[in-house]
C-alpha cells in the first residue's frame, strides 16, 4: 500500500513569512497526526484529527498555527506568521482505527522548514 | 500531561553486544507504550510495541519491558548489528478505542553499532 505522502519536502522562509504544509494519509485511515521534531528531539504532537474532527490540539500554538483536515482525507497545517523556533521537521501520521486492532502509527517523510 | 524521560542520549557498542535504552514516564493511566527507530533524514518506523497488560514482548532480536509500578520501560537489542545504528524513540499514550494514541515521545537514543 501507499504511505503517507507530504509536500514540499524542505522549504525555507524568512521570519514573518507564512507557509503551509500538505499530507495525505494512508487511504482509509481515519486519524490523521501532525508532529513537531525540532533537531535533536523528539516528535512533539501538535494536532490530531479523527475524520474531519479535530481530537486534540492542546499543544498547537494557535496564534500563528492552524490545521484543517476538509472531507476527512488530506490535511494542511499553516504557520502564520513563522518564527525563527518554528524551524524543524514537521511529521504528518496516519493511523487505522480498528476496533482491537494494532493501530500503528505510520509516518510520512516530513517537510523540513528552515525559517532565517 | 504525560512526560517521558529517556536514557542515555547516545549509546555505542561493539557489533554483536546487546544494547539496553531505558525511559521514564509519568501518568500512570498511560497504557500503550511504542518503540520507534529513525534512521537519518527518514521517517520514524515503529519496531515494537507493549500494552500495559503485559510485562514483556519480544520479536527476534528486539524485546521490550515493561514496569507499570515503577512507570518505566526498556528496550532490549542483542547481537547489534552495524544496521541497527539509528535514533530510537520511546513513547507512552492512553491509547482510546477507535480515537487513536496521542503519543509523547522521549527525547530519543542515538544508537552506534561499531564493527
Known amino acids: 500500500e501507499a504511505g503517507v505522502a507530504q509536500s514540499p519536502r524542505y522549504k525555507i522562509i524568512e521570519k514573518r513569512q507564512s507557509v503551509a504544509f500538505w499530507c495525505n494519509p494512508i487511504?482509509?485511515?481515519?486519524?490523521l497526526y501532525w508532529y513537531q521534531q525540532i533537531l535533536g528531539q523528539g516528535p512533539k504532537l501538535l494536532i490530531q484529527f479523527q475524520n474531519n474532527g479535530v481530537v486534540d490540539d492542546s499543544q498547537l500554538p494557535k496564534d500563528r498555527f492552524s490545521a484543517e483536515r476538509l472531507k476527512g482525507v488530506d490535511s494542511t497545517l499553516k504557520i502564520q506568521p513563522a518564527k525563527l523556533e518554528d524551524s524543524a521537521v514537521y511529521l504528518c501520521?496516519?493511523?487505522?482505527?480498528?476496533?482491537?486492532?494494532?493501530?500503528?502509527?505510520?509516518f510520512g517523510p516530513g517537510t523540513r522548514l528552515t525559517v532565517l | 500531561g504525560e512526560n517521558v524521560e529517556q536514557h542515555p542520549s547516545t549509546l555505542s557498542v561493539q557489533e554483536g553486544d546487546s544494547a539496553v535504552i531505558k525511559c521514564t514516564y509519568s501518568d500512570s493511566a498511560s497504557n500503550y507504550f511504542p518503540w520507534y527507530k529513525q534512521e537519518l533524514g527518514k521517517r520514524p518506523q515503529l519496531i515494537i510495541d507493549i500494552r500495559s497488560n503485559v510485562g514483556e514482548k519480544k520479536d527476534q532480536r528486539i524485546a521490550v519491558t515493561l514496569n507499570k509500578t515503577a512507570k518505566h520501560f526498556s528496550l532490549h537489542i542483542t547481537e547489534t548489528q552495524p544496521e541497527d545504528s539509528a535514533v530510537y524513540f520511546c513513547a507512552a499514550s492512553i491509547r482510546r478505542e477507535a480515537a487513536g494514541n496521542k503519543l509523547t515521545f522521549g527525547g530519543g537514543t542515538r544508537v552506534l553499532v561499531k564493527p
Open positions: 501520521a496516519s493511523s487505522l482505527e480498528r476496533s482491537g486492532g494494532a493501530n500503528e502509527q505510520f
Open positions: 487511504s482509509g485511515h481515519a486519524t
